[in-house]
């Protein structure tokens, strides 16, 4: 829910005042924990073969590490 509204609020601001590399940044990172919570959600499910504990750990630390 927090990366829609921060990917809609960036979104925003770099269409109405241009790109400015905080708000590009931004985007950037509510579409990289979109793709890191497909990968969380999907392959346990439907993959389980291409599920790997240490993938998890290391997108999750890095996605961290991007919102902080």
């Known amino acids: ?7 809609g609020l960036a979104g925003y601001c770099v269409d109405a005042i241009g790109i400015y590399p905080e708000a590009g940044f931004l985007v950037f990172t509510s579409v990289w924990t979109f793709i ?5 959600l999907v392959t346990p499910m439907y993959y389980p073969q291409m599920h790997n504990r240490w993938v998890v750990v290391g997108s999750e630390s890095v996605t961290m590490i991007f919102w902080w």
């Open 1 to 7: 829910l927090f990366s829609l509204l921060v990917l």
């Open 36 to 40: 890191v919570l497909a990968y969380l």
